[in-house]
């Protein structure tokens, strides 16, 4: 499995469901973007999904290892919203 083949919106609606908390990627913790993912998705994977999502402009964090304090930014708010707009109209 690579990056490219995770979804980014279950991500994105995740992150924004902790109303501005921030999210990390360790495996046990309830704020963990890895719960947005495949189970068996790899660390380096999740990672490079976080770092194409800071990369778009949609999260704001560090994919470097660290804990990652993943948040949503005014892009990734918005990426939403037009979303949620787009699924209401289906």
Do not use: H
């Not at 804990?67 to 708010?77: N, S, W």
Request: proline share 6%.
């Amino acid at each position: 499995m690579q990056a490219k083949d995770i979804p980014e919106l279950p991500i994105l609606k995740f992150i924004d469901s902790f109303d501005g908390a921030w999210c990390n990627w360790f495996s046990q913790d309830v704020r963990s973007v890895r719960r947005a993912m495949p189970e068996d998705t790899y660390p380096k994977v999740v990672l490079a999904k976080m770092r194409a999502l800071i990369k778009k402009g949609l999260v704001d964090g560090c994919p470097c290892g660290c804990r990652g304090d993943f948040r949503l930014t005014d892009k990734g708010r918005e990426y939403l919203k037009q979303t949620n707009s787009n699924e209401l109209k289906e």
